[in-house]
């Protein structure tokens, strides 16, 4: 796979210096492309399917940082190796919030994109791990209950 996207001119970025690497392909007007579908722990809770996900909000936080468009694209398996990438206009940011309002804004409505898509087609979803994590186990209280 490396192989491909470098034969694009695509590459990986590390996920230890992804940050700083990612800021400093869009300052020289390089694109990058982030799974927002996918469950990130350290993310923000961010409605999805109407429940709240883990989700990055680092696209959004970037967009609105560096001043460029956040850009939704959707990728569908067709026959074979074949795909279909589809780019949306950008989403823009409410005029008036501030930038973390802003972000998650934005990010939200990503997450309604991504939702409509799968919701459409959902065997076009490829999710790598469970999107919500599991609830926490409680420990349950135990009630005796006496006859007598």
Known sequence: MTDWRSALGCRFLE??????????????????????DQRYDRGVAVPFFGLPAPTTVVPARLA??????????RVE??????FLITVYRPVEP????????A?????????????????????QWFCL??????????????????AG
């Open 94 to 101: 409410v005029p008036g919030l501030d930038a973390e309002a």
């Open 103 to 123: 972000a998650l804004s934005m990010t939200a409505r990503v997450n309604q994109l991504f939702a409509r898509w799968i919701a459409a087609q959902p065997d």
């Open 15 to 36: 996920v230890a210096k992804a940050s700083r690497e990612m800021l400093r392909e869009l300052q020289q007007g390089r694109s990058v492309g982030l799974l927002m």
């Open 64 to 73: 609105l940082r560096l001043g460029v468009p956040l850009i939704p694209a």
């Open 129 to 146: 791990r469970r999107r919500w994590p599991r609830p926490r186990a409680r420990k349950a209280k135990h009630t005796r209950f006496f």
């Open 77 to 82: 398996r067709r026959d074979g190796a074949r």
